[in-house]
C-alpha cells in the first residue's frame, strides 16, 4: 500500500505570510495526486488534482508543484479564512485504493 | 447543485453491524465517470478512505477494512450505503460520503455524520 507523509503536522503563521506543507509518497505516483482543506466540523473541500491543476473557484493563491514522490502546497498570502487542516491524497491507482496523508494544521500566530 | 446527504443510527453497540446510507439528489447517481465513495475520520485524526463504488455495482475497498465493508448501490432510489460488521470503538468516526471523479477525487461531500460505537 502507499503511503502519504505530510510535514509539518502543524505550523503557525500570520495573515499574509506564504506558507508550503509537504507530502511524500512511499513510492512514485507520478502527478496523481490531489490537495484538500478541511476547516473543523466540515467536510473536506478540494483544492488541487492532478498535484497542480486548481480545482473550479479555488483562490490563486493556492498553488502546488512535484511529480513522482515530493509534493508541495503553497498559499502565496494566507488569509484567515485559509486557517484550517491540509490534507494530500494519492489515487496513484484508482480507483482501487485511495490513501490521505496525516494532515497538516496551518493555525494562526 | 448535486448534494449528498448521510444518514444512519449515530449509535452502534460492539460487535454490531454499522449501516449507513448516502442520498444523491439533484443528479443521478448512474452518470458515468464519478465512483461514490465512503470516507471517515476517527475523532481528532485524519482521513481513511472505506471504499467506493460504481453506478454498475463494482466495488473496491480498503484493504484494512475489507473482511468487515460492504457498499452497495440502489440506483432506483438513487443513493449508496455502507455496512461496516463487527465494530469497535476503533470504529467510532465520523463519516463522510462523496462523489470520486474517474474514483480518484473527491469533488462533492456530504456534510457527514458521526457514529459512536459504544454499549
Redesign the interface.
Given at each position: 500500500?502507499i503511503r502519504m507523509t505530510q510535514s509539518p503536522s502543524s505550523l503557525s503563521a500570520s495573515t499574509g505570510d506564504r506558507v508550503t506543507i509537504t507530502c511524500r509518497a512511499s513510492q512514485g505516483i507520478s502527478s496523481?495526486l490531489?490537495w484538500?482543506q478541511?476547516k473543523p466540523g466540515?467536510?473536506?473541500?478540494?483544492l488541487i488534482?492532478a498535484a497542480s491543476t486548481l480545482?473550479s473557484g479555488v483562490p490563486s493563491r493556492f498553488s502546488a508543484s512535484g511529480s513522482g514522490t515530493d509534493f508541495t502546497l503553497t498559499i502565496s498570502c494566507l488569509q484567515s479564512e485559509d486557517f484550517a487542516t491540509y490534507?494530500c491524497?494519492q489515487?496513484y491507482s484508482?480507483?482501487?485504493?485511495?490513501?490521505?496523508?496525516?494532515?497538516t494544521k496551518v493555525e494562526i500566530k | 447543485q448535486l448534494q449528498l446527504q448521510e444518514s444512519g443510527p449515530g449509535l452502534v453497540k460492539p460487535s454490531e453491524t454499522l449501516s449507513l446510507n448516502c442520498i444523491v439528489s439533484s443528479g443521478s447517481i448512474s452518470s458515468s465517470n464519478y465512483?461514490w465513495?465512503w470516507?471517515r475520520q476517527p475523532p481528532g485524526k485524519?482521513?481513511?478512505?472505506i471504499g467506493?463504488i460504481?453506478y454498475s455495482g463494482s466495488t473496491?475497498y480498503?484493504?484494512s477494512l475489507k473482511s468487515r465493508v460492504t457498499i452497495s448501490v440502489d440506483t432506483s432510489k438513487n443513493q449508496f450505503s455502507l455496512k461496516l460488521s463487527s465494530v469497535t470503538a476503533a470504529d467510532t468516526a465520523v463519516y463522510?460520503c462523496?462523489r470520486?471523479?474517474?474514483?480518484?477525487?473527491?469533488?462533492v461531500?456530504?456534510?457527514?455524520t458521526t457514529v459512536t460505537v459504544s454499549s
Open positions: 500500500a496523481y490531489a484538500y478541511q466540515k467536510a473536506p473541500k478540494l488534482y480545482q490534507y491524497q489515487y484508482y480507483p482501487e485504493a485511495l490513501t490521505f496523508g496525516g494532515g | 465512483y465513495g470516507i485524519g482521513l481513511e478512505w467506493s460504481y473496491y480498503n484493504p463522510y462523496a470520486l471523479i474517474d474514483g480518484a477525487r473527491g469533488d461531500w456530504g456534510k457527514g
